[in-house]
């Protein structure tokens, strides 16, 4: 098994690595950054991998995500604030489901841009920071920044420039979803029918979201996410019919890109 400081390394090797043949000390803290209620979950396998062993799970929601409520979800449609409040509840009700802490759960509210998506001003960028540096997490888990969303991408960015800034290097491991674009993938968690049974209950808290891919894809979010984590096991040749998958990068002080 690697350690878990040989990490970085597998950015140099041929072949991606499954997630248990890495040695996590069980004193391993991680945080979660996610742009929207719900990023939590699209990673939930390899987050309850790390739960299992020991490890100290933190999770910072950055936005509301009021953009992902259609205004048809309730009569009459709901205000900013009661789309934000709706989907605040689902991710704690999904994270009591998960066995996650209220008190390791940070909803940060970061003001959204006119494109509805997370707002990059100094404000926003000053407060992530401090919330990796009030975690001190040991990895971080986040969004690509290759990626078409650009909530992904300002949160990938925001989290880069706050490492620098704080001049501590952080092993950071961003997944692929399904809006990612050029991607490699340098670690993976397969798993099997009864773990998608178990992440498909997680992610069905999030009925919002239910709701609209129903109405805008014609099929749920959990059919969503669960039929792109089945691609990623095709594409990867394992035996497990489900996977997610993560690229490793070391973020430094001197902001360098991989």
Not at 13 to 42: M, T
Not at 102 to 111: K, M, N
Request: hydrophobic content about 35%.
């Amino acid at each position: 098994m690697l350690p878990i400081h040989a990490l970085n390394a597998l950015r140099t090797g041929n072949q991606p690595a499954p997630i248990d043949s890495i040695e996590f000390s069980p004193a391993l803290r991680a945080l979660v950054l996610a742009p929207h209620p719900d990023d939590f979950d699209a990673i939930a396998i390899t987050l309850r991998y790390l739960q299992v062993r020991g490890n100290e799970i933190h999770l910072a929601v950055l936005s509301g995500g009021s953009k992902g409520v259609e205004d048809s979800y309730t009569n009459p449609p709901p205000t900013w604030e009661q789309k934000t409040q709706l989907r605040e509840q689902e991710q704690l009700n999904s994270c009591t489901f998960f066995g996650l802490p209220p008190s390791r759960i940070s909803f940060l509210r970061l003001p959204e841009a006119a494109d509805g998506e997370l707002a990059q001003d100094s404000s926003s960028q000053a407060r992530v920071r401090n919330q990796i540096n009030q975690t001190s997490p040991d990895v971080l888990f986040l969004p690509s920044g290759n990626d078409i969303n650009t909530g992904h991408q300002r949160t990938y960015d925001m989290a880069r420039k706050a490492v620098r800034d704080l001049g501590k290097p952080l092993q950071a491991l961003y997944n692929r979803d399904v809006k990612t674009l050029s991607f490699r993938t340098d670690l993976y968690a397969g798993f099997n029918q009864t773990q998608a049974d178990w992440k498909r209950s997680l992610l069905r808290f999030h009925d919002t979201q239910q709701a609209r891919n129903i109405a805008i894809r014609g099929h749920g979010f959990d059919d969503r996410i669960l039929s792109f984590n089945r691609t990623l096991a095709r594409e990867l040749e394992l035996e497990a019919p489900y996977a997610e998958a993560f690229q490793v990068e070391l973020f430094d002080a001197d902001h360098r890109q991989p």
